[in-house]
């Protein structure tokens, strides 16, 4: 069913690529949009791994160095038949984990220091295993299509406030151009806001079928939660939020929880005490 509601996502996204094309009314001009976004999305594509690390000050560990964390993960790789990721370990008291990487041969999963002296053995296997599924689903990859449709229907959107539509239109007003150009770019954004918010239910599942059983990542969301509430990050960047298993403080803001890439802890807590957990396949 998740992955029924991922495709749908991304086929309005599609389609609302095809109506703000359709509203300039040029090949040529959804072709030089696209082409644009394609390419600024496959650099991140190819790079986003390295400057999400870079950025949030990651450093590389050894397993002499954090033995617990490496038998986690290795215990947990091998279950799922999955390569074991590159390790990192972040300087921020504030908890926070975030896999990145194209593929399962490309991944790095890092943690911060914080939730390293902060999860029992159990909250950590499930906080590990999240960020496993994540990898295991291919969720960069789908990240980057969904990005590189939304940024499309951005640049097409203000394109076309210029050069697009009607001249009725432009010349009553512009108010057809207007709307384009602002609805059409919210809508993308929420689609993909909704596909972001799918993929942590996705791995939050998948997390606790790898493991077998849901308590230990709930134990831990619930930590997460309420340390996240109280202690501000200083090393994970507004960009590399979204990678997270769980929003990072970085100040109030209205709107917050319209525009969250997250979708509500209290709702991620009662969909793991429902799930009915069968082996990984």
Avoid: W
Avoid at 262 to 280: F, G, W, Y
């Amino acid at each position: 069913m998740k992955i029924l509601r991922t495709g749908v996502l991304l086929i309005f996204l599609s389609i609302l690529l095809v109506m703000v094309g359709g509203y300039i009314g040029g090949a040529s001009g959804l072709k030089i949009a696209l082409g644009i976004a394609v390419l600024m999305n496959g650099v991140s594509y190819f790079y986003s791994d390295k400057i999400a690390l870079r950025s949030s000050g990651a450093q590389p560990v050894t397993r002499e160095q954090v033995p617990r964390l490496y038998a986690v993960m290795e215990r947990l790789a091998a279950k799922a038949g999955l390569p074991v990721p590159k390790l990192y370990v972040i300087p921020q008291a504030a908890p926070n984990a975030f896999a990145t990487g194209r593929n399962p041969q490309h991944a790095s999963v890092a943690v911060t220091e914080g939730l390293l002296e902060l999860m029992t053995d159990d909250e950590l296997e499930g906080v590990i295993a999240h960020e496993l599924s994540h990898v295991r689903n291919y969720d960069i990859l789908t990240s980057s299509i969904a990005a590189t449709l939304a940024a499309a229907v951005t640049y097409l959107a203000h394109f076309g406030m210029f050069f697009g539509g009607d001249r009725e239109d432009r010349e009553g007003g512009g108010l057809g151009a207007i709307l384009m150009m602002v609805l059409a770019p919210l809508a993308a954004m929420l689609l993909q806001l909704g596909l972001s918010r799918g993929r942590e239910y996705a791995a939050d599942e998948t997390g606790a079928r790898m493991v077998g059983q849901p308590y230990g990542l709930i134990s831990a969301l619930q930590k997460l939660g309420a340390y996240n509430k109280q202690i501000p990050t200083t090393a994970v960047s507004p960009s590399t939020a979204a990678l997270c298993i769980v929003q990072p403080l970085f100040g109030r803001a209205s709107l917050s929880g319209l525009f969250s890439t997250h979708p509500p802890l209290e709702d991620r807590i009662a969909a793991l005490r429902e799930l009915s957990v069968t082996p990984l396949r």
